[in-house]
């Protein structure tokens, strides 16, 4: 299997890539699966073992995978391996850590509006009892392998306060009014022809 990881054309060419057990990654994995990959779905990641890589340096920069699953990664030892590992890999919206992973300066995708990185379930698969919500930041710097598991990266639904809803007919004149939550969908047998919200 080295070398297929000594000619990384072959790599990047492959539109699908499977990794079985046993398979070990070189030492250097600078730019593996880098730009120019044609694969979207990387399976059997958990098998590959980089418990003796000493750079993973831009390993995913530029890839098309959606999907990760790093929970077998050991970058514990030392956190300067895993620099810009997934800078702009702008596909990526899900990743799977395990408890010896460190992802400091990985330059995962920028938080933009709403998006945040959402713990959404264990290592097993169970529902995590907290629920914890990070930018991108706060990602890459607080994850310490205390809560392995998946994270995806999705709009983060935000509450509103009240609202008053004031319901006219097409004249102006008042059908009903009252509060409402922001979030919460009026549903109405008549269709209204106008809708006011104010404050």
């Given at each position: 299997m080295?070398?297929v990881?000594?000619?990384?054309e072959?790599v990047?060419?492959?539109?699908?890539?499977?990794?079985?057990?046993?398979?070990?990654?070189?030492?250097?994995?600078?730019s593996l699966?880098s730009n120019?990959l044609k694969a979207?779905t990387i399976?059997g990641?958990?098998n590959f073992?980089?418990?003796q890589?000493?750079?993973?340096?831009y390993?995913?920069n530029?890839?098309s995978?959606?999907h990760?699953d790093?929970s077998?990664?050991?970058?514990?030892?030392?956190k300067n391996?895993v620099g810009?590992?997934?800078?702009n890999?702008?596909?990526l919206?899900?990743?799977k850590?395990?408890?010896?992973?460190?992802i400091a300066d990985?330059?995962?995708?920028?938080?933009y509006?709403d998006?945040?990185?959402e713990?959404i379930?264990?290592?097993?698969?169970?529902?995590?009892?907290?629920k914890a919500v990070?930018?991108?930041?706060d990602f890459?710097?607080?994850?310490?392998?205390t809560e392995?598991?998946?994270?995806e990266?999705?709009?983060q639904e935000?509450s509103?306060g009240?609202?008053k809803?004031?319901y006219?007919?097409?004249?102006?004149?008042?059908?009903s009014?009252g509060?409402?939550?922001?979030?919460?969908?009026y549903?109405?047998?008549?269709a209204?022809?106008c809708?006011?919200?104010e404050n």
């Open positions: 080295g070398s990881f000594q000619r990384p072959i990047r060419q492959a539109k699908k890539i499977v990794f079985k057990k046993g398979v070990i990654a070189p030492e250097n994995c600078d699966f120019d979207t399976e990641l958990e073992d980089t418990s890589v000493f750079n993973m340096r390993m995913f530029g890839a995978v959606t990760l790093l077998n990664f050991d970058t514990s030892k030392d391996i810009e590992m997934f800078f890999a702008d596909n919206v899900s990743l850590l395990g408890r010896k992973v460190r990985t330059y995962l995708r920028e938080s509006g998006y945040k990185w713990y379930a264990m290592l097993d698969g169970s529902q995590p009892s907290n990070w930018s991108s930041d890459m710097s607080g994850y310490d392998g392995p598991g998946t994270y990266f999705k709009p935000v509103g009240d609202i809803v004031r006219v007919n097409k004249n102006g004149e008042k059908i009014d509060h409402h939550k922001a979030t919460v969908a549903e109405r047998q008549q209204l022809e809708l006011v919200i």
